[in-house]
């Protein structure tokens, strides 16, 4: 993330994401493959490292990663195979859904994976700031479904909706995009427009 200063002066928030170029491999069509969709390849990958089921859906390149965008019924799909998506397709001023894997934060207690409160300072309190406290046992002999517990934290996907695009610069492949967008920095996104 950085900053950007647009024409009035104001400073806006900004993701730099490198979109693209993507390759479209493979156009699955309602008549033959029974829906709609398009493949798309991306990244770069040497041909003995891939496995030989994928190398037959690259049609002779070598990408890196495989991604299946399902279509609409209705939508009839203007790409062909080969046809190269870059970031020229996207505005500025357009919406975008960002789609990724968050930060993974390993084991985490109840504090900071669901903002637990912890246990009073005193009164004869040693060791309980962090912990849970009680899980309502009662008239129950059992922990009841969808307690809230220390657990794994992060790795999830997230999808952030309606993130505009600030500005574009098409010779480097860049998009400023306003706000944040999951993963660590060097992820892999899925960018759609809405």
């Known amino acids: 993330m950085t900053e950007y200063f647009s024409e009035e002066g104001t400073v806006i928030p900004v993701t730099i994401i490198s979109a693209g170029p993507v390759t479209v491999t493979r156009v699955f069509e309602k008549s033959k493959d029974g829906y709609n969709s398009v493949q798309v390849g ?12 994928p190398i037959g859906q690259m049609k002779g390149g070598s990408y890196n990663i495989l991604k299946e965008f399902r279509l609409k019924p209705t939508d009839k799909s203007e790409v062909k195979e080969g046809d190269v998506i870059n970031v020229s397709i996207f505005n500025p001023g357009d919406k975008l859904q960002v ?3 968050s930060k993974g934060k390993g084991f985490q207690g109840v504090v900071k994976r669901h903002g637990f409160g912890g246990g009073p300072r005193s009164h004869g309190q040693k060791h309980s700031e962090r ?8 008239l ?4 009841p479904k969808g307690m ?8 999830d996907r997230i999808t952030y909706k309606n993130l505009k695009v600030v500005t574009i610069d098409k010779e480097n492949n860049l998009m400023l995009v306003k706000g944040a967008v999951p ?6 996104v899925e960018i759609v427009s809405r």
């Not at 809230?148 to 790795?155: C, H, L, V, W």
């Not at 993963?183 to 892999?188: A, D, I, K, P, T």
């Open 148 to 155: 809230r517990m220390a657990g794994r934290m992060g790795s």
């Open 183 to 188: 993963g660590r920095r060097g992820s892999l």
């Open 131 to 138: 912990e849970p406290g009680s899980i309502g046992g009662g």
């Open 42 to 53: 991306f990244g770069v990958q040497k041909k003995e490292r891939i496995k030989k089921g």
């Open 140 to 143: 129950r002999t059992h922990v």
């Open 99 to 101: 789609s990724g894997t």
